[in-house]
């Protein structure tokens, strides 16, 4: 069920709007949230509220702070990146093109260990991916799709987290543009190799 949480005042006054409210869904993963973004529609185009700290309280989702980094990707028809799931929050939407989400829960102590999730990615919509959960996705536009990452921490080489390859059978992941897994392109060495979702739990749980 969404829950709407309306706080707007319109950008323009002189001109007729059309108001779309925020709105959150939660998912089977445990703190993974799917956001609809507050929006303004009038005749010159569309404003979108990526992120306002006051609505997220309002909503019953953690108070983030400071983002520290923000990166955009730009991925052709088909590709897919992650699944990779450091030790930050990260807001992730799209800025433009359309994208098939893909997270997975590697968090040892999780009730939701193992569980997997997909969102179907377009402007407008935005995803809070937790610590630990492992963020992914494809490129399903004919045109290049730019994914919007935030995150709440300086991503540095080596940092603690997890990662999944997006071509492990056991995810249950139909992606939407057919994958060959020995085109680079597509995927890259480093995602295509990374382990499997029980051999990133059975590690997770040996370092507990």
């Known amino acids: 069920m969404w829950q709407s949480v309306p706080r707007w005042s319109p950008y323009a006054a002189d001109v007729a709007t059309t ?12 703190g993974l949230t799917v956001m609809r973004l507050k929006q303004v529609r009038d005749e010159r185009g569309v404003v979108r509220e990526f992120y306002r700290e006051s609505a997220f309280v309002e909503a019953g989702l953690p108070s983030l702070g400071k983002w520290l980094q923000m990166n955009v990707t730009e ?16 807001l992730v939407g799209i800025v433009a093109g359309r994208a098939f989400g893909a997270y997975v829960d590697t968090r040892p102590d999780s009730p939701t260990a193992g569980a997997v999730v997909t969102v179907d990615l377009r402007k407008g919509s935005q995803v809070l991916v937790p610590k630990g959960v492992c963020n992914g996705f494809q ?16 991503w540095v080489a080596g940092m603690a987290g997890s990662a999944v390859t997006p071509l492990d059978p056991a995810l249950g992941i139909d ?10 392109r597509a995927v890259s060495a480093k995602d295509r190799g990374a382990p499997t979702v029980a051999e990133a739990l059975r590690a997770a749980r040996s370092t507990r």
């Open 139 to 154: 490129s399903v536009s004919k045109a290049p799709t730019q994914y919007l990452y935030a995150f709440d921490a300086e």
């Open 19 to 30: 108001i779309v409210p925020f709105e959150i869904q939660p998912t089977a993963i445990d």
């Open 75 to 90: 991925s052709r028809h088909g590709v897919i990146r992650g699944l990779h799931g450091e030790a930050m929050f990260k």
């Open 175 to 184: 992606w939407p543009v057919p994958v060959d897994p020995d085109d680079l």
